[in-house]
């Protein structure tokens, strides 16, 4: 992942608030964080990122809170978000997993998804993050957004790589 956890967070918080049906909404979004616990890096991550939630709940007029979902088997992915009641996902890295499955249940579920790991865009995660030179780099899936119903302002869309 080319950014720090926080960076990711401070970033992606703040493109939520241009997602229209989210802004609607009004109450506080909660992120689901798919993550592995039996795998280290994926583990660190989600501590990571639930500490960056916690230091800074509130971006851009929305209040953000969170749940975690560890995953052993895409099978069991779609009851897990149905008792989490989530808004958004973030995915952290995973493996042995078929990323493109996962986000396709998410999308399926009208739930967004997230990621610091650049690669997982191109196999169908709506928004992530990758470097540009020294600086960030938004992307963003096109096909997953309209596939998760999200609403999206065209300022972001302006500002970021649109990957299909």
Not at 28 to 39: A, L, R, S
Not at 66 to 89: F, P
Not at 101 to 128: F, Q, S
Request: hydrophobic residues 50%.
């Amino acid at each position: 992942m080319p950014w720090s956890v926080t960076a990711q967070w401070k970033t992606l918080a703040k493109v939520m608030t241009f997602e229209r049906h989210l802004v609607a909404a009004g109450d506080t979004v909660m992120v689901g964080i798919i993550y592995q616990g039996k795998v280290r890096e994926s583990d660190l991550v989600r501590q990571q990122l639930t500490q960056a939630i916690d230091a800074l709940p509130n971006v851009g007029g929305l209040a953000y809170d969170h749940v975690t979902i560890d995953i052993e088997d895409v099978g069991t992915l779609a009851t897990q978000l149905r008792q989490s009641r989530v808004d958004v996902l973030y995915i952290a890295p995973v493996r042995a997993l078929d990323v493109a499955d996962i986000a396709a249940i998410c999308h399926n579920m009208g739930h967004i998804t997230l990621t610091g790991v650049p690669r997982y865009v191109a196999k169908g995660v709506a928004i992530g993050m990758d470097m540009k030179g020294d600086s960030l780099e938004l992307l963003v899936n096109r096909r997953a957004i309209r596939q998760a119903s999200a609403d999206l302002s065209s300022r972001v869309l302006a500002l970021a790589r649109i990957v299909d």
